[in-house]
């Protein structure tokens, strides 16, 4: 009788531990401000991403971002693998502040599978979640002179083998992202027969799709490869239906979380939206994705409390790394009061700022004052800053 009392107990006590550690059986929807039930957001969840932008999403466009939202997926600008490993210098390429950057998905370019495999290898030392394969970029930079990108849609073989170059590297599959053709080769069939190719010879579970063909050869500029083929949601649809096993992302003509949702509730096939210019043009729009998306708290910051929590930052930055680049600084809180009526003065000021060069915290400061004239509260915001 002792001996059952003691596994009676035991048991308990175990069944108590699992309960602590897995919030979701007690309530599904806590929010990940308890403390006590905390746990990092996951990857697998791409309800929302944030897409890879050159010359958009560095490390300081990422941190404003997370001032907005805690749990959508973040990508870095896209780095070529020849870049990175003929450099001698990849800290100069995979530099993140993944403490408070995660989930982070570093995009790699190039058609080397020994440069990704390594690339690869060092992206998870730095500490990044996944490894996405640019196949889908139209630029003549990349898809003609460089070789990459959405050029290697037409080579499904060799995106095989780089998409298995990452697995041997990091021990998890690739994402692709990609187009749904290029150029006459737009035909579903084609597409199929590349997602099946690469997801099961190359181990990818996960493509991200830009429901417009890429354009090559005709003149055709990155802006035009965004704005003119017609986008095609359907094929994107059809992709979920017919590779039940696979996650399909979203990507293209997005604008606002309400859209997100829409897809997201007309299409629950779907793994995720990925939304680009859209971020850049309206960041405050996506305050609110923790809270819509995912259920859980919001970071709840004002326009204003983030300007303040972004021009520590960039203190902090000036400092510790010497950069006196202040435009680049700035460059993403630039349409931060978007569609509100301070917006053009606001962007005046940070304007004039630059011009008188002073720093990025006293310009970022001194904007605040017109993103402030309807806030009674602004005189809490002008504390000044100290370095810890």
Request: proline letters at 5%; one cysteine or more; glycine letters at 6%.
């Amino acid at each position: 009788r002792s001996i059952q009392s003691l596994l009676i107990v035991t048991m308990s006590l175990f069944r108590s531990s699992i309960l602590l550690r897995v919030p979701s059986l007690i309530c599904p929807r806590i929010g990940r401000n308890n403390r006590l039930f905390a746990t990092k957001p996951s990857t697998n969840q791409h309800l929302l991403s944030v897409a890879p932008m050159m010359d958009y999403t560095d490390r300081h466009q990422r941190h404003l971002q997370r001032l907005l939202s805690k749990e959508s997926v973040l990508y870095t600008e896209m780095v070529t693998s020849m870049a990175m490993m003929r450099s001698g210098d990849a800290e100069r390429f995979l530099r993140a502040d993944l403490e408070t950057e995660h989930p982070l998905v570093l995009q790699l370019g190039g058609n080397d599978p020994a440069e990704i495999k390594e690339a690869s290898k060092l992206a998870i030392t730095y500490g990044y979640n996944e490894v996405n394969l640019n196949i889908g970029c139209p630029s003549e930079k990349v898809s003609g002179a460089g070789c990459f990108g959405a050029v290697l849609y037409l080579n499904p073989p060799l995106v095989t083998e780089l998409a298995l170059a990452v697995y041997e590297a990091t021990q998890k599959p690739a994402t692709i992202k990609c187009r749904i053709g290029v150029n006459d080769h737009e035909s579903y069939e084609e597409l199929c027969n590349f997602i099946r190719l690469v997801s099961e010879v190359g181990k990818v579970e996960h493509f991200i799709i830009h429901a417009r063909i890429a354009v090559l050869g005709k003149k055709f500029t990155p802006k035009d490869n965004r704005s003119i083929p017609p986008l095609k949601y359907d094929v994107v649809y059809s992709l979920t239906k017919d590779f039940p096993h696979l996650k399909f992302t979203l990507n293209g003509g997005v604008r606002s979380l309400a859209e997100v949702q829409t897809l997201l509730s007309d299409h629950p096939n779907l793994h995720g939206v990925m939304v680009g210019r859209a971020v850049v043009d309206n960041p405050f729009e996506w305050s609110r994705a923790d809270s819509l998306l995912y259920q859980k708290n919001d970071p709840g910051l004002s326009r204003l409390e983030v300007l303040t929590q972004y021009a520590k930052y960039c203190a902090k930055e000036q400092e510790s790394s010497g950069t006196r680049f202040t435009r680049t600084l700035l460059k993403p809180i630039h349409h931060l009061f978007h569609s509100q009526p301070q917006c053009k003065a606001f962007k005046q000021s940070l304007n004039n700022g630059v011009v008188a060069k002073l720093s990025a915290y006293d310009v970022i400061m001194r904007a605040a004052e017109i993103g402030s004239s309807s806030n009674a509260n602004y005189v809490e915001l002008c504390e000044p800053y100290e370095t810890q």
